[in-house]
T-cell receptor
Framework: DTEVTQTPKHLVMGMTNKKSLKCEQH?????MYWYKQKAKKPPELMFV???????INESVPSRFSPECPNSSLLNLHLHALQPEDSALYLC???????????????FGPGTRLTVT | GDSVTQMEGPVTLSEEACLTI???????????LFWYVQYPGEGLQLLLK?????DKGSNKGFEATYRKETTSFHLEKGSVQVSDSAVYFC??????????????FGKGNQVVVIP
């Protein structure tokens, strides 16, 4: 099973709202990722968690706050977003973080976020 | 740093035609190479991979061979179907002492197959 699940599938929020995106995998993977994807562009890396610790933050604005409660779950907390933050947010996981080799990443279906 | 270059522009072709999407890469180490496919309204799916030189990845009739001498990983399919219409991304990942398993993506190619 190579499934990564994400909820919700769609989210519309105002600029003053607080919401959270959720991601789950049951493949025993120890690395999890958040990406942002704009239309007709490749995904842009936002955060990487390795063994439940934040290992990469790609200078993402603080209105995006990641959280990894355990090795299977990854959240992205959203607060005071801007309309330009509207995008598809993808979660991914991989077997490991890359120290011992290059591992493929498995992606979830994404959350389509619209900020009004 | 590592980078991936895909041929510019969308690809439009008729059903049962042959598909080739070019991908070249630049990497300092020994990367693994991937092709991902994204169908409309969906996330990325791993289509195939190759982890060392001369490896051939294959899946669903698609193939790509890891060519170290030409730093290429071109995607091919002999006979496309309408259901192959999607965006295709070439990507690479290199081992890292710091354990940061980054994927470097190409810009992607929209493939449209006409019945």
């Amino acid at each position: 099973d190579t499934e990564v699940t994400q909820t919700p599938k769609h989210l519309v929020m105002g600029m003053t709202n607080k919401k959270s995106l959720k991601c789950e995998q049951h493949m025993g993977h120890r690395a999890m990722y958040w990406y942002k994807q704009k239309a007709k562009k490749p995904p842009e890396l936002m955060f990487v968690y390795s063994y439940e610790k934040l290992s990469i933050n790609e200078s993402v604005p603080s209105r995006f706050s990641p959280e990894c409660p355990n090795s299977s779950l990854l959240n992205l907390h959203l607060h005071a977003l801007q309309p330009e933050d509207s995008a598809l947010y993808l979660c991914a996981s991989s077997q490991d973080s890359g120290r011992l080799g290059s591992y493929e990443q498995y992606f979830g279906p994404g959350t389509r976020l619209t900020v009004t | 740093g590592d980078s991936v270059t895909q041929m510019e522009g969308p690809v439009t072709l008729s059903e049962e035609a042959c598909l080739t999407i070019n991908c070249t890469y630049t990497a300092t180490g020994y990367p693994s190479l991937f092709w991902y496919v994204q169908y409309p309204g969906e996330g990325l799916q791993l289509l195939l991979k190759a982890t060392k030189a001369d490896d051939k990845g294959s899946n669903k009739g698609f193939e790509a061979t890891y060519r170290k001498e030409t730093t290429s990983f071109h995607l091919e399919k002999g006979s496309v179907q309408v259901s192959d219409s999607a965006v295709y991304f070439c990507a690479l990942s290199s081992p890292s002492y710091y354990g940061n398993n980054r994927l470097a993506f190409g810009k992607g190619n929209q493939v449209v197959v006409i019945p």
